[in-house]
């Protein structure tokens, strides 16, 4: 892949997930925070907080960018980030829905891998 399309989808994916990780919980004081690793092009939105008197803490969306693809590893949000991605410029075709088994990725619509 190119260092502008590599760029492009870098940036892409960060928006999308800080503005996903900027909506707060109307339920719970639980926060959203993202981790965006560059050099491995790791992107994540963790979430982390008191909720009574248990401690939350997991991943709710893992993203990373291998290849010419974009690989959804983890999308626990409530509509899916897949859409705000190709909605933001990523083709549909270079996005990967990692969570969903190999035989069934051909029937998303979106990339194989």
């Known amino acids: 892949m190119d260092t502008?399309?590599?760029?492009?989808?870098?940036?892409?994916?960060?928006q999308v997930l800080s503005e996903y990780a900027?909506?707060?919980y109307s339920y719970s004081k639980v926060k959203k925070e993202t981790v965006f690793d560059r050099t491995q092009n790791r992107y994540l939105i963790l979430v982390l907080g008191w909720e009574g008197h248990r401690y939350e803490h997991g991943c709710?969306?893992?993203?990373?960018?291998?290849?010419?693809?974009?690989?959804i590893?983890?999308?626990?949000?409530?509509?899916?980030?897949?859409?705000?991605?190709?909605?933001?410029?990523?083709?549909?075709?270079?996005?990967?829905?990692?969570?969903?088994?190999?035989?069934?990725?051909?029937?998303?619509?979106?990339?194989v891998a």
């Open 22 to 24: 900027a909506i707060p």
């Open 60 to 71: 709710t969306v893992h993203v990373e960018i291998i290849g010419d693809k974009v690989w």
């Open 73 to 111: 590893q983890r999308d626990g949000t409530e509509d899916g980030i897949a859409l705000e991605l190709e909605n933001a410029g990523i083709p549909k075709k270079q996005i990967v829905l990692g969570f969903k088994p190999p035989e069934v990725r051909p029937l998303t619509g979106y990339g």
């Open 4 to 14: 502008s399309r590599l760029e492009q989808w870098r940036t892409i994916v960060e």
